[in-house]
Structure formats: C-alpha cells, structure tokens
C-alpha cells in the first residue's frame, strides 16, 4: 500500500487531537501533534531566546514563527516511522508555512477539515484536561448546543489518566480570552489555507456533531476519498 500522509485541520479545540488518534490507529500510521511538540519545547526552562519567544508566543495564544515549526515537523517526523504514512496535527497553519511547504515538495494526499460551532469549541476547550505523561484529551464536560450533543469523555479514575495513570492538568493555554485568540489566528492565517488544498482536490470537511460518536463517518469518508477498500 502506498504511504498515506493526512493533515487534520481545523480551529484549535474542534477535536483534530482526538479524531487524528482514531484515523491512526484505524490506518496504523503515527500521529504528530506540531502544537504538542512546540508545547513541550515552550516549557523547558532555557536562557536561550529561541526558546524564551516560543514560550511567550505560546503563552499568548500567538502562532511561533513559521520557519521554526517547519523545523520542528521535519525533526519530529524523523523520529516516528513513517513508512506506511503519517498524520499531522497543525501543520500548515499560515500561507508562508504553505509556502515553505510548497518549496520542500512537501505534499498531503488528504486534508480533513473538522468544523465546529464556536460556542461549542470554547466550552469544550475549557472542560478539556491533558495527561502531563502521555499527552492523552479527557474531557469533563457534556454539551448540548443547538442540535450538537458532545458527551464528555472523563477519566475512569478522577484527575488520572486511563493510559498510563499520569495526572490530568488543564493546558495553561486554555483561558477563555487565549481560546478567543487562538480561534481568531486560525480564521485569519490558517482558514485561508482550506481553498489551497480544496482547488487541489484534497480536502474533505467534517462536523462532528454528536463528538467521538461520530467517527465511523469521519472514517467512511476518508476511506473514499483515498480509494480504500
Ligand atoms: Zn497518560
């Protein structure tokens, strides 16, 4: 079978994180989170000013420089095997990361876009808790919002992760007026990038309006669209 490289897009907090894991472990294909990774390099304690603007960038809800998280992608595939593909989560999010994309012949075969009501995206991503271990979403809170019900996805244990029993924190990004920033960035730099992938027939969109419940759809589709059995 030949290599399938998928991008999950969409505004922070619609559930790229959640879906993605579903389509890599269906397609056996690791997932990069580009956001996780920057993240990780944002919480390291260095006097270095690459790391001290990425923090303060991350901090703000602000993109980091494009260049450097085309640097941060290509290093972190290396470390996965990608041989059967790959999935990634937030990467290209401006026109220039397109663009340098564009430059490295760097291409997708798929881009799934999920859309989500913002009201919905902002509740959630408040109720949402992170594995400080293993990076595995729970999610406290269950939604109803004109005709959307996302049932919450808790932990078995309160405050642990079912995975691996790590604790559970709230992402120090997620405050109401970061989310409102964050979603503002991805309508004005990475929005913009869906008609790029859509004129080159690679894009699908996606609602998930009943959550993780819906993915046996997300899945459909996707097999379609790549002609798998
Ligand atoms: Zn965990």
Same mark, same amino acid.
């Given at each position: 079978?030949?290599?399938?490289k998928l991008l999950m897009m969409g505004p922070p907090g619609v559930g790229k994180g959640t879906f993605g894991k579903l389509l890599s472990k269906e397609f056996s294909i690791p997932i990069l989170t580009v956001?996780?990774?920057i993240r990780k390099i944002a919480a390291q304690?260095? &006097?270095?000013?690459?790391?001290?603007?990425i923090a303060k960038d991350v901090t703000k809800g602000k993109l980091i420089n494009d260049g450097l998280?085309?640097?941060?992608?290509?290093?972190?595939?290396?470390?996965?095997?990608?041989?059967r593909g790959f999935i990634i989560d937030g990467y290209p999010r401006t026109a220039t990361e397109c663009e340098i994309m564009e430059m490295c012949d760097f291409q997708y075969d798929l881009v799934v876009s999920l859309k989500q009501h913002e009201e919905v995206i902002i509740k959630k991503t408040l109720a949402r808790r992170v594995c400080e271990s293993c990076?595995?979403?729970?999610? &406290?809170?269950?939604?109803?919002?004109?005709?959307?019900k996302l049932p919450s996805m808790k932990p078995k244990v309160k405050g642990k992760c079912d995975n691996c029993g790590g604790n559970l924190i709230t992402r120090k990004d997620d405050t109401?007026?970061?989310?409102?920033?964050?979603l503002f960035t991805f309508q004005v730099h990475t929005l913009p990038l869906e008609k790029y992938f859509a004129e080159k027939g690679k894009l699908i969109e996606f609602s998930p309006y009943g959550g993780v419940a819906d993915y046996p759809q997300l899945s459909v589709k996707v097999k379609e669209k790549l002609g798998l059995p």
């Open positions: 079978m030949k290599a399938i956001g996780d990774e304690e260095s &006097l270095s000013q690459v790391y001290i603007d998280a085309w640097a941060i992608m290509i290093h972190k595939l290396k470390d996965l095997d990608t041989s990076g595995s979403t729970y999610n &406290l809170a269950n939604i109803e919002y004109e005709g959307h109401r007026s970061v989310i409102q920033k964050r």
